[in-house]
């Protein structure tokens, strides 16, 4: 049976949104941090005409430290970023009376007065970041990691952060520390280093956003913006994410090499309301894999081989030039070693030599037919990509082969 993706996929567009919205909440959660830190706090209780007002902060005590501390270039762009932080329901006036204004006004971060928006992605994030706080201070849990020559900056192992979470009462057991890891991905907390994998309780590396934040300036925030109208920009802030919908993850490229992984072109644009779907790369001991393999480097066009387009009514003619084959491929850490293009049917367009896919006899022209027993011949290369990502680290690939 072919397995629907209506109710679990992201639009482009929504993935575009939400992602947006993290990189505004966590810029916004790392000035509240700095500016609890500050050694004449800026955050703290104030009272006015007899009434105490709790963690609470100056608007212009704060344009104040933003332009001195080089996080804004000018006052009126530090009330920019202050604006756009209230805008997101990241601050407010402490009387919801106020937009940000460089005054004698008082103003507070949701997260210290508990006014923060109730919706699943904006609770989770909530949660990251309290854990994020917490493990950020345990000694080896996040650190520079080396596997094959290659070093990955602060990141942490997927099954010591479940370790950590049932340890530190955040989970009852593995089961729900590993539904607690997911909900952070999804909400844009943390990541796989290579965006490859959701998370799991297994030997993978994932690093919080919040340590690749930390050296952006604040007015940062306006360059998420920066591309977008107002119209554009209103409506992102009217729109919402679907509770509980995944996040799909930024496939990353490189001039030199594209990583060897079971998913589309990177570089290829998605149509309006096609989802993107991320792509694995396996973490395992060692001495599992051959120790000198690296990613396959991309191909020129006029290297590249041609796969004739067919149609499904041709690929599965009874007199068709095909013959039917079934291929089991494992993971390595660099990835399956193959990538997918197309759609209705899916095509195999490269296969690393040294990689686990052609290791298996998968081969480049393959049209693909079910993948972990799903129907895939009326998929798209993004649904048929999700299903190898959702599925353990062997993808069961049903294909069919031309003829020699």
């Not at 706090?41 to 344009?63: Q, S, T």
């Not at 990141?155 to 049932?166: I, M, N, P």
């Not at 009462?169 to 943390?190: F, H, P, S, T, Y």
């Not at 195999?348 to 037919?369: F, K, N, S």
Request: hydrophobic share 35%.
């Amino acid at each position: 049976m072919q397995q629907r993706h209506s109710d679990c996929s992201l639009t482009a567009s929504q993935a575009s949104f939400h992602r947006r919205k993290m990189d505004i909440m966590a810029i916004g959660e790392e000035l509240r941090l700095r500016l609890h830190e500050t050694e004449q706090p800026l955050i703290k209780d104030r009272r006015y005409h007899l009434k105490l007002y709790a963690n609470c902060f100056v608007g212009r005590e704060v344009v104040d430290w933003l332009v001195e501390n080089k996080e804004a270039e000018s006052r009126q762009q530090a009330v920019e970023v202050m604006r756009t932080l209230q805008d997101y329901n990241v601050m407010h006036h402490v009387c919801d009376e106020h937009e940000f204004k460089d005054e004698y006004l008082f103003f507070r971060f949701r997260r210290d007065d508990g006014t923060y928006p109730e919706e699943p992605d904006a609770l989770a994030f909530a949660r990251g970041q309290r854990i994020y706080c917490r493990v950020k201070l345990e000694k080896n849990m996040i650190k520079d990691r080396k596997y094959h020559l290659k070093s990955y900056k602060k990141s942490f192992v997927g099954k010591e952060l479940v370790d950590w979470l049932v340890t530190n009462n955040e989970a009852l057991d593995r089961q729900e520390a590993l539904k607690v890891g997911r909900e952070l991905l999804e909400a844009g907390v943390i990541h796989h280093v290579c965006d490859d994998h959701h998370f799991k309780d297994e030997y993978l590396f994932y690093r919080f956003r919040n340590d690749e934040a930390e050296r952006q300036k604040f007015s940062d925030v306006l360059g998420v913006l920066k591309h977008m109208s107002p119209s554009a920009r209103r409506n992102m802030k009217s729109k919402s994410i679907l509770p509980g919908s995944p996040l799909p993850q930024t496939i990353t490229s490189s001039s030199s090499y594209r990583r060897d992984v079971p998913i589309s072109e990177e570089q290829e644009s998605i149509p309006s309301g096609e989802t993107q779907s991320g792509d694995e790369g396996y973490y395992t001991p060692m001495s599992a894999i051959p120790s000198g393999r690296t990613p396959m480097p991309v191909p020129s066009p006029s290297e590249e081989q041609v796969v004739m387009p067919v149609t499904i009514e041709e690929l599965m003619a009874p007199n068709a030039p095909f013959i039917r084959k079934t291929v089991k491929v494992t993971s390595d850490p660099v990835g399956y070693g193959f990538v997918i293009r197309g759609g209705r049917p899916v095509h195999v367009h490269t296969v690393d030599p040294a990689g686990p896919a052609a290791a298996a006899g998968l081969t480049v022209g393959e049209y693909l037919l079910s993948v972990n027993g799903h129907d895939v011949l009326h998929s798209t290369h993004t649904e048929a990509a999700r299903l190898i990502l959702i599925g353990a680290s062997t993808a069961a690939l049903v294909t069919m082969q031309r003829k020699a």
